[in-house]
């Protein structure tokens, strides 16, 4: 989903970069300083062939041997440093990127739970891959390249100055109009280029989207729809990339016909230089050198344009990601005791100007009870869990823990005394034994023994690799109550004083959920357990009843 379709000003992207650049200067400075030492063995390779020619030419003194063997050292060094470069990038590249890839990453999970909602997750991953590697790209490649090109332009013109001033100010005719030309250039194309990512974040998103929802799909006879859809957004990103293709071709076409009109011009003019005596052959040798160590630098910088552009877009869309609100990063607090947990006059709504999905709720959710939140769907059940683990703040209100030892307000800092089995198949890709492992990294196979019992899980011991079963994408190879019993296991596992299930047993028969809802309050007897259902038999275990409306 496209958030944003305001430009950042260009000081602004500076200054976000500069703020991100510390995991990539090293890269960076090693890459300015290779590009240096190339720019300084070249010139020195463009003065040994000047002179190699006119000692050949017999309008110098020196030995030939001696001067070709130098201009071998200056090649073998040059192709070292290339070799160097290469070897720069593809090591500290990927470091560089993963850095700044795990930093949003970071951002995305730690983030408050209600702002990710705004971006699509295909747009998301879109952004973590692509857009990450473009801005990677940028600070340890593109920068690092144009700060080499401005240096080996200037340090050539001021060579070919030296030598003859009329060819140096032909050469750089064309320098006005490029310069002029780059900054049309660069507002148009920060529009199409934004575009093209937005749309690859679309069909992204359509892929995503289809994959994960195949079943019913299917199931509807939506496929050739799902297609169509995908076609589409395709066809659109094909319109956009033909334009960008044009506009990158007439501006390249225009700006070699200016740098070729000079380069002709100059030649000429040093050819007839050449007829009366007024250089050397060398002179011009050196001249036919210098031409593409000038103009080079400018067609460099124009080739560097469109991915200066695509960078910069990329920044923007990280920039509009970065603005993800953060929750305070707080030291986990571990109250001693039973927990309780008291709602006092809370409301809740999603929106500024939306119905309150909570309103006015109070109660007293006492330490060791055993709560069944009914209601209709869209109640609020799930929101009041969502409150209770501090993912949203109440509107109005206010909801605290307390022990007797005193009392606290919900924070995420209290998040480490629950646990919390939503509803639906949450399962990763990876062995059940990854799984569980979730909820106690220091759980052993006996302790996962015994969670799988109280969950009703006992299968798992007859699959044939039982603990070390894999998985699939969202518990792919287990029925959706074999899934659903492993994550109660794996909440099982995990230490807490209070454990929320929310539509936890909805895949199961009645007879199991009978047997499960025994188990757990017997293993949780001297915790607070809070279970949201539609299901009427669990009012049967429990303590207490609230129905939500």
Same mark, same amino acid.
């Given at each position: ?17 500069? !703020?991100?650049?510390? /995991? ?18 070249? #010139? #020195? ?15 110098? =003194? ?5 001067? /070709? ?6 090649? #073998? ?11 720069? @990038? /593809? ?46 790209? +940028? ?40 310069? /002029? ?19 690859? &974040? ?50 390249? &076409? ?16 040093? +050819? ?13 040798? !050196? ?32 920039? =509009? ?30 929106? =500024? ?15 060791? @009870? ?5 209601? @209709? ?11 209770? +683990? ?20 919900? &924070? ?38 015994? !969670? ?10 007859? #699959? ?14 287990? &029925? =959706? ?5 492993? !994550? ?12 929320? +299930? ?48």
């Amino acid at each position: 989903m496209r958030i944003n379709n305001k430009q950042y000003p260009i000081k602004k992207i500076v200054s976000w970069l500069w !703020a991100h650049h510390k /995991a990539c200067r090293t890269q960076a400075f090693l890459n300015v300083l290779i590009g240096l030492l190339l720019v300084i063995f070249g #010139l #020195l390779g463009v003065d040994t062939i000047r002179s190699l020619t006119d000692i050949a030419t017999n309008t110098q =003194e020196g030995d030939i041997m001696w001067t /070709a063997i130098a201009l071998g050292f200056i090649y #073998l060094t040059e192709m070292l440093l290339h070799i160097a470069q290469t070897w720069i @990038s /593809a090591v500290l590249g990927v470091r560089t990127q993963n850095q700044t890839q795990r930093f949003f990453f970071q951002r995305l999970l730690k983030g408050k739970w209600n702002g990710i909602e705004k971006f699509h997750s295909g747009d998301v991953l879109n952004r973590l891959f692509g857009d990450v590697g473009d801005i990677v790209n +940028l600070m340890t490649e593109v920068l690092p390249t144009a700060i080499i090109i401005l240096v080996q332009f200037v340090a050539s013109f001021i060579y070919l100055y030296l030598m003859d001033r009329t060819l140096a100010y032909i050469i750089i005719i064309a320098l006005p109009l490029f310069i /002029a030309f780059s900054r049309f250039y660069l507002k148009k194309m920060r529009r199409i280029v934004r575009a093209i990512k937005d749309s690859n &974040s679309s069909i992204q998103s359509i892929i995503q989207e289809s994959i994960q929802h195949k079943m019913v799909i299917k199931v509807l006879g939506r496929e050739n729809r799902m297609i169509n859809r995908l076609e589409q957004r395709q066809s659109l990103l094909h319109r956009q990339i033909k334009s960008r293709a044009r506009f990158s071709i007439l501006s390249k &076409s225009l700006i070699n016909i200016g740098f070729t009109g000079a380069y002709l011009t100059a030649l000429t003019f040093g +050819l007839f230089q050449l007829k009366d005596g007024l250089i050397t052959v060398g002179v011009l040798m !050196a001249f036919t050198q210098l031409v593409s160590r000038i103009q080079r630098p400018m067609l460099d910088a124009a080739r560097l344009l469109p991915i200066f552009v695509n960078s910069m877009t990329s920044c923007e869309r990280l920039m =509009e990601l970065e603005k993800l609100p953060m929750e305070e990063d707080v030291s986990p607090i571990t109250l001693k005791g039973n927990i309780g947990i008291r709602f006092s006059d809370v409301s809740y709504s999603y929106s =500024e100007k939306g119905r309150a999905v909570i309103h006015h709720f109070t109660h007293d959710f006492k330490p060791g @009870s055993f709560t069944a939140i009914l209601g @209709s769907t869209g109640a609020g059940k799930t929101t009041l869990i969502r409150l209770i +683990l501090s993912l949203i703040t109440p509107t109005e209100g206010k909801g605290e823990a307390y022990t007797s030892e005193g009392t606290i307000a919900l &924070s995420p800092a209290l998040r480490n005394n629950f646990s919390y089995i939503p509803q639906g198949n949450t399962l990763f890709s990876g062995s059940i034994r990854d799984n569980l492992l979730l909820g106690n990294p220091h759980a052993t196979s006996n302790d996962m023994r015994q !969670a799988l019992h109280i969950a009703m899980a006992d299968f798992v011991f007859d #699959l044939p690799d039982g603990l070390d079963t894999k998985c699939a994408e969202q518990g792919g190879g287990l &029925s =959706e109550g074999q899934a659903q019993r492993i !994550a109660i296991a794996r909440a099982i596992l995990h230490p807490c004083k209070v454990l929320l +299930l929310d539509e936890a047993t909805s895949a199961l028969d009645i007879e199991t959920e009978k047997m499960l809802l025994k188990n757990i309050k017997q293993h949780f007897q001297d915790s607070t357990i809070i279970f949201v259902t539609h299901r009427l038999a669990v009012v049967d275990y429990t303590d207490d009843t609230i129905t939500l409306t």
